[in-house]
């Protein structure tokens, strides 16, 4: 019997056993990745001790995890549910799934379970912190009435080695209407209170955040050590009760060395109608001051930045001749600097428009904070489309810049920025005032990714009176809401009634789904084709409407993002083709097909992505009418390949 052979020998031959099971993870069809032979599922031993169990699950892909047999009624498969709570890269869905298993098995509840997965996650293990924070937040969402009778074993939590489950504990605790246990816990030491401050940004409901305020302002004070002042003031930023005194809090540390840095990006983060004149001209004073006391080669610091971004946005609040002279003061030591940042999953800019002065020196920071690889290129006003669409096809473009075509309609760009890495564009803006266009060239990422820079001649004159830009693809859709599953789905049958596919079908167009998406056979072929898949949600309304507002929430394997990083530090991101056991195949231009081809013994790390490809909140400028119309003709998917279209 296999279990009598010692243990090297059993694991030997459990690896024997798994060989067919490694060259199917790892050799596919060099044909396309969709229409790939179907695989039968891996052969895993569950009757063997738990390292070797571990051992063959840990061997497995995502996807052929996900295949493993594995039912709610049988102990033996809890290992499985377990992997697949913790994996990285597994779509909420999976995550779900699999803490239902273990809660049926174990005949537990949400809270124990993931408190339990928490704890066996390493601090120092970015992967593993990663998933910390989304199992954190899958205990957060817990209602009340399940956190409530768990006040217990949350209290414990906050006692642990683990330092995310220790402020998921002190966000539990706040999140089940006990508050106070959790501030009376977080004064038996310094590490506590640090806990309880990182457990703030954590607790989803902006009423229980604004409660906290006075305990919050109360360990920022001057009795506290440095380390718990500094948390303090970051954890203020989260805290949405009387920001206007928050601001006034918080600006006298900026002119403190030690805690100027925490400071500033607290105070960032403090809406511009909240900041009050007084305290803004004082602190101009003492960032101009800064700025001029500050050595020439410390002026690229992020730090340093993220002040001077402070500093010129103070300097609107300020009497327009006064401000003129703090200008010029810091015009002498330094460029206007404007940070722009992606938006992880919503393929964005956070910053929609931003102004500069004629003929004046200008510094854009970007930090590219998504799993995609993004880019920054400024064009003559009206040429945003001609310009995207030209580069698109660029994936090499020898002599030039990946994606930015060669022409005189391109003013300034930087080049391809990968995920989580940041990149300086230093330029001289137009003397020509007008409405200029920055886009993302990256195939089909224009259509969301885009903003404008207006060049102004008086730069103060048009920050005291902003006025916002015509929108550059000529979208004249404004912002309706943030839109999420638990905002529609109340009552979606009735809400469905009497809609028009010919209504839908014009929103499945302005929506920009067809770009991407093929419905009976119309349309992009990046995503899958939707008459298929929706085939298999037939009659589950919800289903569907979750796949549209909540993307990530499952994600076909076929169309997960992965992200190689190189032995050399190269970082390649995008659809998987094909692999094998000498290389990977990847498809990182949705224009063009060719693959690009990685050898194993290059790769120094691979991270699947959790997030889909489809960007977070393209309904974000739809209405909730215009929503059920869109799900509507998504519904009837099916019909429209017959021809026979039905109402509803």
Known sequence: MLCDKPYFLCLLVIAFSCTSSYAQDHTHDHSDHGNKVAEPPPRIFLDKSARVVWYQLNRLTNERLLMVERAM????????????????????????????????????DAVAELLAALKGLDDDDKEQQRVGRQLAAMLLQQPMRVLLPKVNDLQAATKEGNRLMRSAGYAGLITAGKADVAQQAAHEDDNATLDYLSAVALVPSESARASLRESVVEMLGEQSPANVRKAAITALASVPAEVEANFQIVAPLVDDEEFRTTAVRMLLRVPKNMRDAATSKKLVDVLVKYAETTPAAERTADEFVDAMQLADQLIALVPSAEARAYRDRLRAVTVRVVRIHTVEEEMRYDTRYFAVEAGRPVQVVLTNEDLMPH??????PGALKEVAIAGALLTQNPGGTPYVPKTEKVLYHTDMVQPHQQVRLTFTAPTEPGEYPYVCTFPRHWMRMYGVMIVVDDLDAWLRDPKEPVDPTGNNRSFVQNWTFEDL???????????????????FKEATCSQCHKIAGQGGAVGPELTEVFKRWKGDHLGILREIVDP???????FAVQVVITVDGRVVSGIVASEDKDSISMIVNPEAPEPTVIRRDDIDEIEKSSKS?????????FTRDE????????????SLTSGTPTGN
């Open 375 to 380: 880019n920054f290129v400024i064009t003559v």
């Open 73 to 108: 009624d049988d102990p033996k498969y809890a290992p499985v549910y377990t992997a697949i709570l913790i994996r990285a890269g597994m779509a909420n869905q999976d995550r779900d799934e699999a803490l239902k298993g273990l809660i049926a098995i174990n005949k537990s």
């Open 489 to 507: 789905s109340p009552n979606v049958t009735d809400s469905l009634r009497g809609r028009s596919l010919e209504i839908g079908a014009k929103i």
């Open 627 to 638: 929503i059920f119309e869109l799900l509507s003709y998504l519904v009837h998917a099916e």
């Open 613 to 621: 490809l489809m960007p977070k909140a393209l309904l974000d400028r």
């Open 552 to 558: 990530s929430h499952k994600i076909d394997p076929k």
